[in-house]
């Protein structure tokens, strides 16, 4: 039996100092430092093995704040872990006290192909594994090949179609070693809420930006378009999880999902729930009223949908824990989860083949406000996130 944790980390727009990221904004050196040790401090506490990271403008950005994570917990170590010459240096409690360096580690980093010059960076995601990686990591972003979305009228007639040619931000896959299993870990940060505004050729900006002249039928727009954008992210990693859970790969897939659990696209991540007992339902085939499913073929259709489906270890967490609240972002009053860890079934508690199994899920969300507060600037610097992790054990936790 051995245990992990894993944990999701946006960290808000990580670059060095004096570097223009988006149009007007970039650190100062001292920002830059301060955000570096804010970030390292998160770091530290969460002390996670696997830790995927979103809105990452530059690896060597990254490294820095994993160096001060280690001298962070260096110095942690020296002060709380006694010497083996302590009589009491044994205890376990100084097992749970001690920060492992990061520095064996594996980093793979996934720069985001939008990625432009000064003021107009697109930011990349990362894994940071300090089980390393089996095989090399993989990038999904540029398309082989456009995904199209076909629409139908209700009389069946044409409806037109939608296109994506590359995702707005780049989902990293790595597969991971843990005590002789290879977790397949996906690392996602799908497309924002904010409206895809168009922009006349030759103008400055979209029209529709302009707030003091207001156009609410635009902007409505615009937040259509990131919808089906967003839709359209999460379609193409659920292929790529479905290609890992046909051939019977544990999968995980964390990340910031821009929507909360019962989204559209995170149930398209996700899966569909399967009903409690499809026998009582017509058949697809029907012929006359009476033509149902029988229970062999509610067996049937129960596995084949379950077998494919991903499950939230927040909601995990709550249903263990009776806990009713859990939170990663607050904006204009609304506190919600849209940063998410699934798993599939080979961590399910119930599931006769499982292979493990969550013992516990952190979330560390003090420093979020919701605009309303004094507090709020501070957010500038700090992430506009929450971090959430969870403890994950291999084997039977009961043995």
Known sequence: MSRFTIASFNVKNLIEADQEYYRFEQYTPEEYAWKRAWLADQLLTMNADIVCFQEIFTEAALRDVIIETDELGQAANDAVIPDRSKGYARKAIFRKLAF?????????????????GP???????????????????EIIQDLPEPLMVPFSDLDGSDGGSYQIKRLSRPILKVRIPVDGETVTVFNCHLKSKLGELPRPAGAAFP???????????????????????????????RRAVLAELEVGNPVMVLGD?????????????????????????????????RDRYSDAENEVIQEKINKVRLYSAEKLFVKKSLRDMVYTAAFGGVFESIDQILMSRHFLPEFAG????????SALNDHLTDGSHPEAPYNKLASDHGQIMAHMVLGDPDA
């Open 100 to 116: 492992e360096p990061y520095t064996e580690a594996g980093l793979a980093f996934a720069p985001n192909s939008f990625d432009g």
């Open 257 to 289: 999902f821009n929507d909360n659990e019962h989204a559209v696209s995170s149930e398209i991540i996700s899966g569909e729930a399967p009903f409690k007992n499809y026998a009582w339902m017509r058949r697809h085939d029907a012929q006359t009223r």
């Open 354 to 361: 499982k292979i493990g199994e969550m013992e516990y899920f």
């Open 207 to 237: 029209p529709a930006a302009d707030l003091v002249n207001y156009d609410p039928a635009t902007r409505a727009m615009g937040s259509l378009r990131s919808a089906l954008r967003r839709m359209a992210e999460a379609w193409v990693l």
């Open 119 to 137: 003021g107009q960076r697109r930011p990349g995601v990362a894994v940071l594994s300090r089980l390393g990686f089996v095989g090399q990591p």
